[in-house]
């Protein structure tokens, strides 16, 4: 069964605004109904209910905009690695789709986590959302 980690969520969200800071952009806000999206995305996708993938991005992003009155784009990056594999920003700095929604125009954004298996041979699954709603 898939498990979150919600630490670890909140330990890659701060290392994506320490990022976004380096290149002197403002760091993302928080935003908790994207954080569940993509939570709930990375769960599907560790649970192999969809393959990993972006596989229902429209849907999300249409429904950051349906509970938000400033909406004006949002993008996502999915990452999955194994235990000692490096955390998500390092491999999403070397893809330049990846690295433009890190650095993007948008104003808020959540990482959600999820991960299965047991110490020795966990798989996790990594989906970050971002938005513009200002």
């Known amino acids: 069964m898939a498990q979150f ?3 670890r969520e909140k330990e890659v969200f701060d290392q994506l605004n ?3 800071k380096q290149h002197n952009l403002q760091p993302y806000i928080w935003n908790d109904f994207m954080g569940n999206l ?3 995305h990375s769960q599907q996708m560790a ?3 969809i393959p990993f993938s972006h596989q229902g991005i429209e849907e999300r992003l249409n429904q950051i905009k349906h509970v938000s009155d400033h909406y004006s784009g949002g993008s996502e990056n999915v990452a999955y690695s194994k235990p000692g594999d490096q955390n998500p920003i390092d491999p999403w700095q070397k893809s330049s789709g990846h690295n433009k929604n890190m ?3 948008f104003s808020h954004g959540a990482i959600g986590l999820c991960y299965i298996g047991d110490d020795h041979c966990k ?3 990594y989906t970050g959302l ?3 709603l200002q």
């Open 38 to 40: 993509a939570r709930h």
């Open 103 to 105: 650095l993007g125009n």
């Open 5 to 7: 980690n919600f630490k």
């Open 130 to 132: 971002f938005a513009k």
């Open 123 to 125: 798989e996790w699954y």
């Open 47 to 49: 649970e192999k209910r």
């Open 18 to 20: 320490v990022y976004r």
